[in-house]
C-alpha cells in the first residue's frame, strides 16, 4: 500500500525558500501512469493546489503562485520535493502531498492518495 | 480561474438521514469526452482528504455506496443516503477540467 509522508523545517523566515519533501513509500515515483501534486492548507481554510509533476518529469503550476513553486522528482530517493521561493506569512499552511493515478476507462486522474501534511510557518 | 461555490455551508445531519451537498461552477466541467471533471474529497477532523468521488459520479475504491455524486455541466450534487457518525469533517468539491485545478470552499458536516 502506497504512503506519502511530508517533511521539512516548521519554520521559514520571510523572503526564505520553503523546501519540503514527500517521501513515498510502498511505490515507485519512477513508473506507472502518476502524478504527485503539492497542495496547501491555511489553517482553518479552504484547499489551494499548488503544482504537479508527472513520473514523465512534465510540470504544472497554480499561476496564483507567481512562478515561485517548482516540483521535482528525485527517482533514486523515491522522493517528491516541493521549493517556494521568496517566501511570506501568506505561504503558512499545512502542506500535502497526493498521487494522482490514472483511470483508463474514462480516462482521467484523480488523486487517491495523500500523505498526512507537514505545517510550515512563516515568520520571523 | 474556474470558482466553485457550495452549499450549504453547514450541515447538521441525524444519523441514518440523508444528506445533500450542492457545487456550483463558474463555468461548465462537461470535458468534449462527455466526462464531467469534478471529483469530491471528505476531509476528517484532523486529517488528510480523501477521495469519495472521481468524475461526477464515479465512487472511488472502497467507498460506501451510501456515498454518490450526480450533476453535468455546472450543477453538481454529493448525496450520502444514510449519514453516519463517521461521515463528519468538511466536504470539497474539486474541478480538474482547467488548470489550476480549484477547490470549493468546503462543507462541513456534523452529527446531530
Known amino acids: 500500500q502506497v504512503q506519502l509522508q511530508e517533511s521539512g523545517p516548521g519554520l521559514v523566515k520571510p523572503s526564505q525558500t520553503l523546501s519540503l519533501t514527500c517521501t513515498v513509500s510502498?511505490?515507485?515515483?519512477?513508473?506507472?501512469?502518476?502524478?504527485w501534486s503539492w497542495i496547501r492548507q491555511p489553517a482553518g481554510k479552504g484547499l489551494e493546489w499548488i503544482g504537479r509533476i508527472y513520473t514523465s518529469g512534465n510540470t504544472y503550476y497554480n499561476p496564483s503562485l507567481k512562478r515561485r513553486a517548482t516540483v521535482s522528482l528525485d527517482q533514486s530517493k523515491n522522493q517528491v520535493s516541493l521549493k517556494l521561493t521568496s517566501a511570506t506569512a501568506a505561504d503558512t499552511a499545512v502542506y500535502f502531498c497526493?498521487?494522482?493515478?490514472?483511470?483508463?476507462?474514462?480516462?482521467?486522474?484523480?488523486?487517491?492518495?495523500w500523505g498526512k501534511g507537514t505545517t510550515v510557518t512563516v515568520s520571523s | 480561474e474556474i470558482v466553485l461555490t457550495q452549499s450549504p455551508v453547514s450541515l447538521s445531519v441525524t444519523p441514518g438521514e440523508p444528506a445533500s451537498i450542492s457545487c456550483r461552477s463558474s463555468?461548465?466541467?462537461?470535458?468534449?469526452?462527455?466526462?464531467?471533471?469534478v471529483d469530491w474529497f471528505l476531509q476528517k477532523p484532523g486529517q488528510s482528504p480523501q477521495l469519495l468521488i472521481y468524475l461526477g459520479s464515479f465512487r472511488a475504491s472502497g467507498v460506501p455506496d451510501r456515498f454518490s455524486g450526480s450533476g453535468s455541466g455546472t450543477d453538481f450534487t454529493l448525496e450520502i443516503s444514510r449519514v453516519e457518525a463517521d461521515d463528519v469533517g468538511t466536504y470539497y468539491c474539486m474541478q480538474a477540467l482547467q488548470a489550476p485545478e480549484t477547490f470549493g470552499p468546503g462543507t462541513k458536516v456534523d452529527i446531530k
Open positions: 497526493a498521487r494522482g493515478s490514472e483511470n483508463l476507462d474514462p480516462y482521467y486522474y484523480y488523486m487517491d492518495v
Open positions: 463555468q461548465s466541467l462537461l470535458h468534449n469526452n462527455n466526462q464531467n471533471y
Open positions: 510502498g511505490g515507485s515515483t519512477s513508473y506507472g501512469s502518476y502524478f
